[in-house]
């Protein structure tokens, strides 16, 4: 006996975007620094639809709450997380070709220089910023990404920076911290 069967129907409604371009768009800003939060991810969406003039169900064109839920939902890959606020220049520095091609400059350096095996004439230096109120957002990103950040510009919130300074061998220099035209000196 031979059965047949129907073929059955996609069920839902008619979507009126394309999910891959979104995945795809929100894992490239959000690995970039620029993470959109959820209510962005919205207003994205909204721009998109009136300016394609694309007829929805939504109110006003913007998706709700619940849409972005079920989104989520239909995309386990995309995740909202929470950000680690890094500078432009950090931010682009943790680019694995970037680290190695650093390396390799290095180390030409100091063969070039004749101290590769003068630990003690090695020094690596460091300044960082804080910002006394810093803000994490959630943003929407890649499932598993070992680390989201995001790109911060100047503000006007207080910014204290400290600079520190130790060789190869172990020795450290006296650390600085600069806080808004007072300067102090620990070590």
Wanted: net charge positive; charged share 25%.
């Amino acid at each position: 006996m031979v059965r047949t069967y129907k073929k059955l129907k996609q069920g839902g409604r008619k979507s009126y975007l394309n999910s891959q371009e979104m995945i795809d768009c929100l894992i490239l800003m959000a690995d970039s620094g620029w993470g959109f939060t959820r209510g962005e991810v919205k207003d994205l969406i909204q721009d998109f639809l009136r300016t394609n003039s694309i007829e929805t169900p939504f109110i006003d064109s913007q998706p709700s709450k619940d849409w972005l839920h079920a989104f989520l939902q239909r995309n386990p890959i995309i995740t909202p997380r929470k950000t680690e606020q890094l500078s432009n220049s950090r931010s682009h520095a943790e680019n694995p070709e970037t680290i190695k091609t650093w390396f390799n400059l290095v180390e030409k350096t100091f063969k070039k220089a004749e101290i590769i095996n003068l630990p003690n004439q090695i020094f690596n230096s460091d300044e960082s910023g804080f910002v006394t109120d810093p803000k994490k957002q959630i943003v929407l990103a890649k499932r598993g990404a070992s680390r989201v950040s995001q790109s911060i510009g100047g503000s006007g919130r207080e910014h204290i920076t400290v600079n520190c300074a130790c060789s190869a061998s172990g020795q450290a220099t006296i650390c600085y911290i600069q806080r808004k035209k007072f300067v102090y000196g620990l070590g």
